[in-house]
T-cell receptor, first 115, second 112 residues
Framework: DTAVSQTPKYLVTQMGNDKSIKCEQN?????MYWYKQDSKKFLKIMFS???????INETVPNRFSPKSPDKAHLNLHINSLELGDSAVYFC??????????????FGSGTRLTVV | GENVEQHPSTLSVQEGDSAVIKCTYS??????FPWYKQELGKRPQLIID?????GEKKDQRIAVTLNKTAKHFSLHITETQPEDSAVYFC???????????FGAGTRLTVKP
């Protein structure tokens, strides 16, 4: 069974649309994250949630809104999509104690293309 | 906040040679340093990590070294194989802190 699963794997959409990416982990981890990987492969943290509470919110446009209905799920909703939002978005999770104890387990990524 | 720098951005070696990737970090409170390997089109996967209470760790052909005084750590891959070709990321974080910062990545190519 996949430990951290994201859907969809690919998403192609037009500028101005609103879209969501879902993430679920079955590892029992307390903390989940969203990272954005651009065309140059740079991994940049966007959000971090611990037990459904937002603990990190980097300088991300407020068009991006994460939602964590429970500690096993962290979804990402994006409003008014722009060309610059095109990237691969990775969900990740880590155990109690944070990334400093056991590192991250990443999902397989969602390749978002805005046209 | 933590800032992690990684060099080189690309590295090409001949099969069987060694490869070394270096990272520096800025926050002296960081005490956990993992390395991730990302193959083309796949997710980053943890390959080895080191904590600040040790200076070196080895796992078969890969090893990491840490110099806390200089705030730098390195990944060493010996006897490289074509399947080692991937993008490698270093990262740094503080124990019990849910904020891991990644280096910019190194694209390693191992030529057969």
């Amino acid at each position: 069974d996949t430990a951290v699963s994201q859907t969809p794997k690919y998403l192609v959409t037009q500028m101005g649309n609103d879209k969501s990416i879902k993430c679920e982990q079955n590892l029992g981890h307390d903390t989940m994250y969203w990272y954005k990987q651009d065309s140059k492969k740079f991994l940049k943290i966007m959000f971090s949630y611990n037990n459904k509470e937002l603990i990190i919110n980097e300088t991300v446009p407020n068009r991006f809104s994460p939602k964590s209905p429970d500690k096993a799920h962290l979804n990402l909703h994006i409003n008014s999509l722009e060309l610059g939002d095109s990237a691969v978005y990775f969900c990740a999770s880590s155990q109690e104690g944070g990334a400093g104890d056991y590192g991250y387990t990443f999902g397989s990524g969602t390749r978002l293309t805005v046209v | 906040g933590e800032n992690v720098e990684q060099h080189p951005s690309t590295l090409s070696v001949q099969e069987g040679d060694s490869a070394v990737i270096k990272c520096t970090y800025s926050d002296s409170a960081s005490n956990y340093f993992p390395w991730y390997k990302q193959e083309l089109g796949k997710r980053p996967q943890l390959i080895i990590d080191i904590r600040s209470n040790v200076g070196e760790k080895k796992d078969q052909r890969i090893a990491v070294t840490l110099n806390k005084t200089a705030k730098h750590f390195s990944l060493h891959i010996t006897e490289t194989q074509p399947e080692d070709s991937a993008v490698y990321f270093c990262a740094a974080s503080i124990h019990n802190n849910n904020d891991m910062r990644f280096g910019a990545g190194t694209r390693l190519t191992v030529k057969p």
